[in-house]
């Protein structure tokens, strides 16, 4: 190749390495607002929670084999559990009323925010709503302020009262942490059985080496689960995955 056709080819090259250049500037000014935008002083809000309560399991029994029927089902427990660690802004403001500081305050056994729980946990059970009361302390009449003190009761139990024995006040109840709870999430097959067209349907056998079980984080619309785990099944007859 010639000195001269050398020289072109350089001054191409050039040419476009500053176009490249050129072209790339245009673009800076994302690239510093991007940067800018990064150092500007930023606050990160994080939500304060309350832990979920952690009394003595004998304690939690005890208080509803006093206050509760002796038929009282599982899941209206639960509800009622659910129905106060799910509601601390209620919980503060019922707990306040309960305490007067100021001149012209009463104080009030049972506020017209927890009769409003009351009222709705009555509602949601109908007839089964008398399963909250001893058989010889249900009146009909007094069934809504009757379970509204209940549920102040059954909130001091689990802890969940922004006031200490005493009564000195400690700190507001935020949303309760429910992280203690949650269930271990196991990814299974969806059949019980072989589903292999030329096998009899026998059961499926769960074939993946403790140490070898693969742990993952479970996204399920909006909640996030943290140490789910996946199961592999063999057919016990075919020995199809």
């Not at 000195?3 to 080819?9: A, H, M, R, S, Y």
């Not at 305050?105 to 949601?124: F, H, M, P, Y």
């Not at 693969?214 to 996946?230: A, D, H, R």
């Amino acid at each position: 190749m010639s000195d001269n056709c050398l020289k072109t080819k350089t001054k191409e090259l050039n040419i476009l390495f500053y176009r490249y250049l050129a072209y790339l500037a245009s673009f800076m000014w994302i690239f510093w607002l991007i940067l800018g935008l990064a150092l500007l002083p930023t606050t990160v809000a994080t939500q304060n929670q309350t832990p979920f309560p952690n009394i003595p399991f004998h304690l939690f029994s005890q208080f509803v084999e006093t206050n509760f029927d002796n038929n009282v089902s599982l899941s209206t427990v639960l509800m009622v559990l659910f129905s106060l660690t799910d509601n601390p802004e209620l919980l503060n403001l019922h707990f306040r009323q309960t305490h007067p500081v100021f001149r012209g305050e009463n104080k009030v056994t049972v506020s017209s925010w927890l009769k409003a729980l009351a009222r709705g946990i009555q509602d949601r059970l109908g007839d089964n709503v008398q399963q909250l009361f001893r058989a010889q302390s249900y009146y009909a009449h007094s069934v809504n302020r009757d379970l509204a003190v209940t549920l102040n009761n059954f909130s001091e139990c689990l802890g969940l009262t922004p006031y200490d024995a005493s009564g000195k006040f400690q700190k507001k109840l935020h949303p309760v942490a429910h992280g203690a709870i949650e269930p271990v999430q196991m990814l299974c097959p969806i059949s019980m059985s072989c589903t292999t067209s030329s096998c009899y349907p026998c059961h499926l056998e769960q074939i993946t080496k403790s140490c070898s079980i693969p742990e993952i984080t479970l996204i399920q619309g909006t909640s996030v689960s943290k140490g789910s785990y996946v199961l592999t099944g063999e057919c016990h007859s075919c020995k199809t995955y």
